[in-house]
């Protein structure tokens, strides 16, 4: 594909509602990273994966949120039991390879937002 | 830990005028630093990096050690300019395996060039 691309753009949850927000990220980039943008905020991390293994999931906020990755290529992050908290805009990011110099390319983002 | 800070949460000049948005960071290693842009209804996108010490749309940024800052300008701006700016850290060095690319983001400025 010409990017990394996330699905829906965006979602609507009622609170306690369980949400899956997609990520496809650029075919064959070893690297995936999940944000976290509240509004008027930078992006935070939340967790990364270096093709399937998650390697870091330190920025998740609570044990709502779990993200997988499952053949290496595209990405779910999956929250559960929504709360007004929870809404913001996530962003997901790939890039070719681990190493230092490699650039990492955003998706558009979903929006979510818990009423 | 590493921290980002963008003192401005808005900028506003007008056109030819010159630019200089701020970024100040705190690190105790070896920091690549980043400015990202999103242009309205746009995804983020990398500007430019401090490894690669190019000029990019006019955009210059150095990275100064001494005082801890990374300063994007701009001698003469233009309305295109207009749009959100992202200072990010990341560190250098893959320090216990942990340093895989993972950014830390300022709040980001909001620029806007008036005609």
């Known amino acids: 594909g010409a990017g990394v691309s996330q699905s829906p753009r965006y979602k609507v949850a009622k609170r306690g509602q369980d949400v899956a927000l997609r990520c496809d990220p650029i075919?064959?980039?070893?690297?995936l990273f999940w944000y976290q943008q509240a509004l008027g905020q930078g992006p935070e991390f939340l967790t990364y994966?270096?093709?399937?293994?998650?390697?870091?999931k330190s920025g998740l906020p609570s044990d709502r949120f779990f993200a997988e990755r499952p053949e290496g290529s595209v990405s779910t992050l999956k929250i559960q039991r929504t709360q007004k908290e929870d809404s913001a805009v996530y962003l997901c990011?790939?890039?070719?390879?681990?190493?230092?110099?490699?650039?990492?390319?955003f998706g558009q983002g979903t929006r979510l937002t818990v009423v | 830990a590493q921290r980002v800070t963008q003192p401005e949460k808005l900028l506003s000049v007008f056109k030819g005028a010159p630019v200089e948005l701020k970024c100040n960071y705190s690190?105790?290693?070896?920091?690549?630093l980043f400015w990202y842009v999103q242009y309205s209804r746009q995804r983020l996108q990398l500007l430019l990096r401090?490894?690669s010490r190019e000029s990019i749309k006019g955009f210059t940024a150095d990275l100064n050690k001494g005082e801890t800052s990374f300063h994007l300008k701009k001698p003469f701006a233009q309305e295109e300019d207009s749009a959100m700016y992202y200072c990010?850290?990341?560190?250098?060095?893959?320090?216990?395996?942990?340093?895989?690319?993972?950014?830390?983001f300022g709040q980001g400025t909001i620029l806007t060039v008036h005609p």
């Open positions: 990010a850290l990341r560190p250098q060095t893959n320090a216990g395996g942990t340093s895989y690319g993972k950014l830390t």
């Open positions: 075919s064959g980039h070893v690297s």
């Open positions: 690190y105790s290693g070896s920091p690549e």
């Open positions: 990011a790939s890039s070719r390879w681990t190493v230092m110099n490699t650039e990492a390319f």
């Open positions: 994966f270096q093709n399937e293994a998650q390697l870091d």
């Open positions: 401090h490894i």
